[in-house]
T-cell receptor, first 114, second 117 residues
Framework: AQSVTQLGSHVSVSEGALVLLRCNYS??????LFWYVQYPNQGLQLLLK??????LVKGINGFEAEFKKSETSFHLTKPSAHMSDAAEYFC????????????FGSGTQLTVLP | GAVVSQHPSRVICKSGTSVKIECRSL??????MFWYRQFPKQSLMLMAT?????????EQGVEKDKFLINHASLTLSTLTVTSAHPEDSSFYIC?????????????FGQGTRLTVV
């Protein structure tokens, strides 16, 4: 079975500062990994995905994540936070060729301070 | 990207009544759709996998008779919460993946906020 762990349920950064949201995964086979963003009372929007191609993945809104097999990590970063980045972020894992279910982490609430 | 439309976005119902939530893939055919439940400040918990033309596969602990799922067409899946109680109040989200043998992206509906009073 696969799982993801998000370290830090709440992260606060100042506007313009680096954003780092942590995600570690556990999987018996090389997984697919995803980061989603959720704004209040809305569904999820895909930020970026890793599907066994390049280990450094660039997504929308200036976010990127690096797949590190040795560390079983897939941390999300953005060089400079904007106020509009304040939201809930979920890391998720899926096994290739499976029923395509996504298993989500517990989420990290990002607050951007002016 | 593809669009998944979920309706209604909010619903308030009386305890003991049933509520139906619709999930539609607007510009692609989805042989598989997923239903999630999200409690406040928590993650999404998969409730069931809905397969077009067959019975849904429920996750452990999810009551099949309470959460009825129907996937009658390639673009529509419905979740019916039967005999709703206040503890069923939650945010329900559906998702659908584009068909294909390899990786395909999952698209999410905007969610339904159910309040049972």
């Amino acid at each position: 079975a696969q799982s993801v762990t998000q370290l830090g349920s709440h992260v606060s950064v100042s506007e313009g500062a680096l954003v780092l949201l942590r995600c570690n995964y556990s999987s018996s086979v090389p997984p697919y990994l995803f980061w989603y963003v959720q704004y209040p009372n809305q569904g999820l929007q895909l930020l970026l995905k890793y599907t066994s191609a390049a280990t450094l993945v660039k997504g929308i809104n200036g976010f990127e994540a690096e797949f590190k097999k040795s560390e079983t990590s897939f941390h999300l970063t953005k060089p400079s936070a904007h106020m509009s980045d304040a939201a809930e972020y979920f890391c998720a894992v899926s096994l290739p060729g499976s029923a395509r279910q996504l298993t989500f982490g517990s989420g990290t609430q990002l607050t951007v301070l002016p | 990207g593809a669009v998944v439309s979920q309706h209604p976005s909010r619903v308030i119902c009386k305890s003991g009544t049933s509520v139906k939530i619709e999930c539609r893939s607007l510009d692609f055919q989805a042989t598989t759709m997923f239903w999630y439940r999200q409690f406040p400040k928590q993650s999404l918990m998969l409730m069931a996998t809905s397969n077009e033309g067959s019975k849904a596969t429920y996750e452990q602990g999810v009551e099949k008779d309470k959460f009825l799922i129907n996937h009658a067409s390639l673009t529509l899946s419905t979740l019916t919460v039967t005999s709703a109680h206040p503890e069923d109040s939650s945010f329900y989200i559906c998702s659908a993946r584009e068909p294909g043998q390899g990786f395909t992206e999952a698209f999410f509906g905007q969610g339904t906020r159910l309040t049972v009073v």
